[in-house]
């Protein structure tokens, strides 16, 4: 019902930044939402959210270096990642939910930092 599409990964120097996106098929007007991110062997972990009343909030290894935002006009959530990490490669998830009845997910963007 509500797809997710994100785009903006790639490969990027240590030091380097990145812009990830997501678009929704639907109005994110009363969606939370925010992105996850999954390393090779590892946990699927928080990285950023973003309510609908654009309070923000980053996971303890990002703040600093991240930044969410959405644009309700456009259907979009971004990502701003300054300052990356390899620590911070991982396969990045775009999420949405209004009530937990439904929980929708992006199929993800590869983000490699590495020299």
């Known amino acids: 019902q509500v797809q997710l599409v994100e785009s903006g990964g790639g490969l990027v120097q240590p030091g380097g930044s990145l812009r990830l996106s997501c678009v929704a098929s639907v109005s994110i007007n009363d969606y939370t939402m925010g992105w996850y991110r999954q390393a090779p062997g590892k946990q699927r972990e928080v990285v950023a959210f973003i309510n609908s009343s654009g309070t923000s909030m980053l996971g303890d290894s990002v703040k600093g270096r991240f930044r969410i935002s959405r644009n309700n006009a456009r259907n979009t959530m971004s990502l701003q990642m300054n300052s990356l990490k390899p620590e911070d490669s991982a396969v990045y998830y775009c999420?949405?939910?209004?009530?937990?009845?439904?929980?929708?997910w992006g199929q993800g963007t590869q983000v490699t930092v590495s020299s």
């Open positions: 999420r949405a939910h209004r009530d937990y009845n439904s929980v929708y």
